[in-house]
């Protein structure tokens, strides 16, 4: 009978071996976190386009819907947009929801209402304690301010020519 006189070599990795996938892996992480980063701030961007997209386009289906009602003139409560109750100017861009006034002279509560009235379910908080977007008015204009990246982006809303305005920074 012959005797297996072979030793069992330990199994493992060195320190050698663990100190290059260590330094492998502190390259990558150098090249790939800068590059995450700007992922964020990326996403945040398509956020806001997209959200001035849906805006645009709730605004230019209000109009749409005034139009094909046979309206020329201010009307209350558009029938055939939303919930039917969508106010427009006498050109047919949406001024207001719940107060029934169809001035383009712009206020905090009326952008709101705007807001809230052709974005619709899916429309990103402009209240309470944490919105995702702040209300102001600038020259007459509804300015809404994204809150998530505090760089001041922001979509801006004419009612006297129902022109959306993004600027992002």
Known sequence: MKRDTRTKKQQGFTLIELVVVIAILAILAAFALPRFAQL????????????AGALAAGVALAKTQWVSNGFTAAETDVVGFGNDN???????????????????????????EVWLGVLQSNAPTVNGSNPEYAISISSGDCVFTYQADSQGSTI?????????TTTIN
């Open 86 to 112: 969508v106010d427009v100017s006498d050109d047919g861009w949406p001024t207001s929801v719940a107060s029934n006034d169809t001035g383009t002279t712009m206020d905090a509560t009326k952008c709101e």
């Open 156 to 164: 801006a809303y004419d009612a006297d020519t129902g022109e959306i």
């Open 40 to 51: 964020s701030e990326q996403a945040h961007q398509s956020s806001i386009r997209a959200t």
